[in-house]
């Protein structure tokens, strides 16, 4: 794998990716595996492959692994992450408080949780759709329980309307022979 000390090398490396392979590159940092990634960006398998073979073309690298190392060593050196934040390990003297002066113990509650800001010169990257309910769970949030009684209802008389279609089909077909 190639090494890469160069600011101005990693961040023209970086742009000449697009919102795609960005999008499967965050994932496979995060050890997700090519099924989980397509799952995830509702994609195929394939796709995915084609996307991390482009930036392994791109890059020179050699296989997936050496190809998510450089792209974590490409965003360690600029500054960035994937989830939009600066460095972890910085420390309150690079100009954030300290949590020490805080004259009471912070409590997270879950009304405090917001989204996350989008990464700067990439609002494509924040995905802001939220997971809908699939199945019996859609169809009762839609209908509610009189919409599942009914239906039921309906699927019943369906299934004996068929049997008896069957039955009667049945019964001349017997004639016949």
């Known amino acids: 794998m190639r090494e890469i000390t160069d600011t101005s090398v990693a961040t023209e490396l970086l742009e000449n990716l697009t919102v795609k392979q960005v999008e499967v590159l965050d994932r496979l940092l995060m050890h997700r595996t090519t099924k989980e990634i397509a799952r995830e960006l509702g994609i195929a398998p394939n796709t995915v492959d084609q996307r991390i ?5 791109k890059w020179g690298t050699v296989n997936r692994k050496d190809t998510a190392r450089l792209y974590g060593q490409l965003l360690e050196l600029c500054g960035k992450s994937t989830y939009g934040f600066s460095r972890v390990d910085a420390g309150p003297d690079e100009g954030e408080e300290s949590d020490q002066d805080l004259s009471v113990d912070p409590v997270f509650v879950l009304s405090d949780a917001r989204p996350m800001a989008p ?3 990439h609002p494509e990257w924040f995905d802001t759709r939220v997971a809908q309910p699939a199945g019996l769970e859609a169809f009762d949030a839609k209908f509610g329980r009189a919409g599942r009684v009914g239906a039921v209802f309906v699927l019943a008389l369906i299934m004996a309307v068929t049997l008896a279609a ?3 089909i049945a019964e001349t077909l ?3 022979l």
């Open 53 to 57: 073979n482009g930036v392994r073309d």
């Open 174 to 176: 017997g004639k016949l």
């Open 166 to 168: 069957t039955l009667a």
């Open 119 to 121: 990464m700067v010169g």
